[in-house]
């Protein structure tokens, strides 16, 4: 979506919604729309369709949607990299976090008013280039960053708010990203490891289909 701004003169300059201006009442339309989307399918085998939505939410961004119940996650998939137009993204990770977790069986339609649905849009990712680990340790901020570990086929990622969920420090975070990865826990300390951040905007519900927040962790 474009949105208008006005300078001296009254001059109209486009504004292009990115990553960077999304709002707290975006992040309500987000969650509700990852919400939505999984009732939709789950109950009716139907992909949700919401042109309004779809022009809003038209630029590209990589996005996780998360499912809670009372005992913890029911599903977490998304999309590290801005490879689809946000509104495309979120609709096919909120499915598939409620279908397609391999971890979990597919959420059933009497489950989702007791579920917390939460929406992660992450900015594009920058890879850490150096090879001294306190360099490595400086360059990444717990509450604010996620990671992303990459060797030959292997990959793992962590979003920013896990290691603020499990209180780990930076080097407990980076162990954890290598064994999400399947790799050995210090594997981030060896050279040919790709170590790459990004940050996240992340919303979430705070009860089941209640009042929608955005997560601070810094």
Known sequence: MVNVRFNRGDVIIPMIMDFKNISDDDGVVLVKMARKSVAEYITNDKKI????????????????????????????????????????ALVDAAISAATNDP??????????????????????TEEISTNSLDDIINAIKVGRDGLIIEKDFQSGLLL?????????????????????????????KH???????????????ILPNGEIIQEKFQ
């Open 191 to 205: 050279d040919k490891i790709k170590i790459s951040k990004f940050q996240g905007m992340v919303f979430r519900e």
């Open 49 to 88: 369709t919401a042109p309004d939505f779809d022009k809003k939410f038209s630029f590209n961004a990589g996005v996780f949607v998360t499912i809670n119940d009372q005992s913890g996650l029911r599903g977490c998939i998304g999309y590290p990299l801005a490879v689809k137009k946000l509104s495309h």
């Open 160 to 188: 920013p708010q896990v290691p603020v969920e499990y209180n780990w420090d930076t080097e407990e975070f980076l162990n954890h990203t290598c064994h999400k990865a399947g790799l050995p826990s210090d594997s981030w």
């Open 103 to 124: 971890r979990f069986s597919s959420i059933r339609p009497n489950e989702l008013e007791k579920l917390v649905f939460e929406v992660t849009v992450l900015s594009d």
